[in-house]
């Protein structure tokens, strides 16, 4: 993970959730997730989810991440029309760039 001033640069994978709907997410690195549980403390509603911007190469995207107990991190879910704009799939590893919304 590298801090940029106004949010985090890193490489996950994009996988697919094999349940109902066929969902893609990028799981966040833990030290991003433990980064962002800091800087959003007293202003998280009580489920978690925290607005975020995100960059996936070229593409720019408005969304939420939300709390993942098994990754001790958060999940950042990947819409169809977004993976196709930045044409990536399930596997392919990712350079993501987030930043919260105020």
């Known amino acids: 993970m590298e801090r940029a001033e106004d949010g985090w640069d890193f490489e996950a994978e994009l996988w697919e959730y094999k349940g109902k709907g066929a969902w893609h997410f990028v799981t966040?690195?833990?030290?991003?997730g433990f980064a962002i549980r800091c800087a959003t403390e007293g202003r998280r509603p009580s489920w978690?989810?925290?607005?975020?911007t995100v960059e996936i190469g070229d593409v720019a995207f408005?969304?939420?991440?939300?709390?993942?107990?098994?990754s001790e991190s958060y999940l950042l879910p990947?819409?169809?029309a977004v993976r196709k704009a930045a044409r990536v799939k399930a596997g392919d590893m990712l350079k993501v760039r987030i930043v919260l919304q105020q």
């Open 28 to 32: 966040l690195p833990p030290d991003v």
């Open 48 to 52: 978690g989810m925290v607005a975020v």
């Open 62 to 70: 408005q969304t939420s991440v939300f709390p993942d107990k098994a």
């Open 78 to 80: 990947v819409k169809a």
